[in-house]
């Protein structure tokens, strides 16, 4: 048996102990909180047994207000079927009937939990030989797959919190939609399946989800969390340098060497982490190293979850072209013909003002782009630039304009009494910024329209891509190669190479240059991704958004976890 099938296992035996001791109070049966039904007669036919508990159950709503996720489509549709009965077949359970419950069980391993699908009442009747428990279970049957496919489906969450909006992401599926895929193919599981991500990073994460919750935490976890102040470089001497011996691996200094002594070997081995990551590989260990080391089993659980639902958010049908950037990991991919044409580093917003995740197109390219200052920046960095120097704006090569009688004139920023000019009172001005060094966007500004107003460009200030962390922006994306993208995006144009690049760069003026066809670009949050050798990376929570995601997640329908092989947690 392969590890990954052992796993498997290990993990379903552990579930089934789970869910079983975690209801150690008694539990009155389904059937037992039934009235009686109606008449066996429903439209002139004459029902079985089951088929007549069926109709009375969604006729009275015998099992609870807010039992069933949609009972009125449930109605109509067992309605629809003379109240027969999908999952049992005589009086047992279908095979189709057990293999959702299989499913149903499984569902863990897609960051979703169980108990959330009615797992403990299927159990209790899935050998039940009465109608009115046989139809009970067929209704409870239904409606966890209804709720497992709505779940699987699309967004669960309102992702206001994270700054960005519901309407980018895939919409769950109506009940209705769910009922007519289970019909033509009369296979719940199978149906389940297909609609789960299908992409190898998905599978990926569920098989490095099921390897945490299966196997031991680390010797290491014990010295977890690391903490100090400061940066730790090598040849320091350091309390704490033993404590990261143990987690990068590295044995005690040989030869009776120091422990406390942040030598080579464990530089080494701390430059190796770093690269791994994708950290400036300088084997300092600062806050950005740290929280990386810092990561246990529970935190990557719970990143695993986030990112799986992340995951079922966007959809996956997607052109031959398209980019991808991944803001955690400060990094761009341009995809095109199912294969990374290349990636680069980019700088992407500091905490204080994040880049946003959403879905746009690419429409084309913007050269030599003039740059208008965005609103946040001329009231929290502009403006306390001119109230110390009110020649800032003269000496960036930037034109302030006003409106007068409906046309936007140009002013003298000297004219202006900037000490005495409040923040709100910004609105006013227009500050314009010219094509030339000064300008931040560079010579490349990428045409993507998004309600943030955020978008790909050059920069002025390549030696940013030098520090460790490239969070440093006010939410726009800067790239290391603009001109590579530019020729990535532009290149169906007839005769574009890069002569042609230079040639429109050269003129020094704004130029604007569109495509025919859009290229979508995804802005996305994943905190964990795979690397080029099919590893999995453990990345930074870089606005804590992970944790948000997973605390709605909770209050949804909680996190289910494995804790020590034999209980779990919610």
């Known amino acids: 048996m392969s590890a990954k099938n052992t796993n498997k296992s290990i993990a379903k035996l552990v579930l089934l102990s789970a869910v079983i001791g975690a209801f150690s109070v008694s539990y009155a049966p389904i059937s037992a909180r039934a009235e009686d039904g109606t008449s066996d007669v429903s439209q002139g036919i004459v029902l079985t047994p089951v088929a007549h508990r069926i109709n009375s159950v969604l006729h009275s ?27 049992i077949v005589g009086d047992e359970v279908s095979a189709a009937g057990r293999e959702l419950f299989a499913f149903a069980n499984s569902t863990w391993t897609h960051g979703l939990n169980p108990l959330s699908y009615h797992t403990h009442e299927i159990y209790n009747f899935i050998e039940a030989r009465e109608a009115e428990q046989l139809g009970d279970l067929e209704l409870v049957l239904t409606d966890a797959f209804i709720r497992i496919g709505h779940d699987l489906s699309g967004i669960r969450v309102n992702p206001a919190k994270m700054d960005t909006d519901k309407t980018f992401w895939k919409q769950p599926l109506r009940t209705v939609s769910l009922l007519s895929m289970l019909l033509r193919a009369g296979d719940g599981a199978g149906v389940l399946e297909q609609i ?46 033993p404590a990261l011996r143990l987690r990068l691996g590295v044995g005690a200094p040989e030869d009776g060497g120091d422990p406390y002594l942040y030598d080579d070997k464990l530089a080494a081995a701390v430059v190796e982490f770093q690269r791994y990551h994708g950290v ?63 990636e680069m580093p980019v700088i992407v917003g500091k905490s204080a003002r994040p880049t946003n995740t959403f879905i746009t197109e690419i429409h084309g390219v913007r050269f030599n782009p003039t740059w208008t200052v965005p609103p946040t920046i001329k009231k929290e960095d ?50 314009v910024q010219v094509p030339g060094d000064h300008n931040p966007l560079g010579r490349i500004r990428i045409l993507m329209p998004n309600r943030y107003n955020i978008y790909l460009h050059d920069t002025n200030k390549p030696q940013y891509f030098d520090k460790a962390s490239r969070a440093l922006s006010s939410g726009c994306v800067r790239m290391y190669e603009p001109e590579k993208m530019a020729n990535f ?18 003129v020094g003026e704004m130029r604007d240059l569109y495509l025919e066809d859009p290229i979508p670009v995804y802005m996305l949050y994943y905190t964990v991704w795979i690397n080029d050798s099919g590893q999995i990376v453990y990345g930074r929570d870089l606005y804590g958004n992970d944790q948000k995601l997973v605390k709605d997640l909770s209050n949804v329908d909680g996190i289910f976890k494995f804790v020590d092989n034999n209980s779990y947690k919610d």
């Open 280 to 342: 400036k590989p300088d084997g300092i260990v600062g806050n950005q190293t740290l929280d990386l080391i810092n990561i246990g089993r529970n935190q990557k659980i719970e990143q695993i979850i986030a990112n799986l639902e992340r995951l079922r958010w966007v959809p996956e049908s997607k052109p031959p072209k398209y980019v991808v950037v991944n803001i955690p990991s400060a990094t761009v991919w341009a995809v095109e013909d199912g294969r990374v044409a290349f």
């Open 382 to 431: 502009i403006l306390p630039e001119l109230q110390e120097n009110p020649g800032y704006l003269a000496e960036k090569g930037m034109e302030l304009m006003v409106v007068q009688d409906g046309s936007p004139i140009s002013i003298d920023p000297l004219s202006v009494d900037w000490l005495n000019t409040s923040p709100s009172q910004m609105s006013q001005f227009s500050m």
């Open 196 to 241: 789960a991500p299908q992409g190898q990073t998905y599978e990926l994460l569920r098989e490095e989800l099921q390897r945490l919750m299966a196997e031991e935490p680390p010797e290491y976890e014990g010295v977890l969390p690391i903490k100090f102040k400061g940066l730790l470089r090598p040849y320091d001497k350091s309390e704490y340098a």
């Open 489 to 506: 995006i532009m290149s169906e144009r007839k005769n574009w190479g890069d002569d042609k690049l230079k040639a429109v760069l050269g």
């Open 61 to 87: 709503n015998t099992l609870g207000q807010g039992f069933f996720k949609d009972r009125q489509a449930l109605l109509e549709f067992y309605s629809a079927r003379g109240y027969e009965p999908l999952w």
